[in-house]
């Protein structure tokens, strides 16, 4: 949903990528992405397949998920990972 938000207004509503701004999904994964943000916007959960899907594709986003974990948030899960 963060990465979903991080799309402008223009690209959430046509489901695709617009701008070359280094945020949100990429022109290749906007469609499928957005449509799962969608669906989870409106109170469904995504099917075993959509789940799949989304968890191949969103590893490439890294980067912009670990920005939106609060300071704190991320510093306990770095100590964790540490002693792990």
């Known amino acids: 949903m963060k990465l979903w ?9 046509a489901q695709a990528t617009g701008h070359d ?3 949100g999904f990429n ?3 906007a469609f499928i992405l957005s449509s799962f ?3 989870i916007n409106k109170g469904r959960t995504l099917s075993p397949k959509q789940l ?9 986003y890294s980067r ?8 704190d948030k991320l510093t306990e899960i770095e100590k964790k990972v540490v002693v792990a």
Not at 52 to 60: D, G, R, V, Y
């Open 52 to 60: 799949t899907i989304a968890f191949k594709k969103l590893p490439k």
């Open 37 to 39: 943000a969608e669906q």
């Open 27 to 29: 022109g290749t994964d």
């Open 5 to 13: 938000q991080r799309q402008t207004a223009d690209e959430q509503s």
């Open 21 to 23: 701004n280094g945020v």
């Open 64 to 71: 912009q998920i670990i920005s939106e974990i609060p300071a």
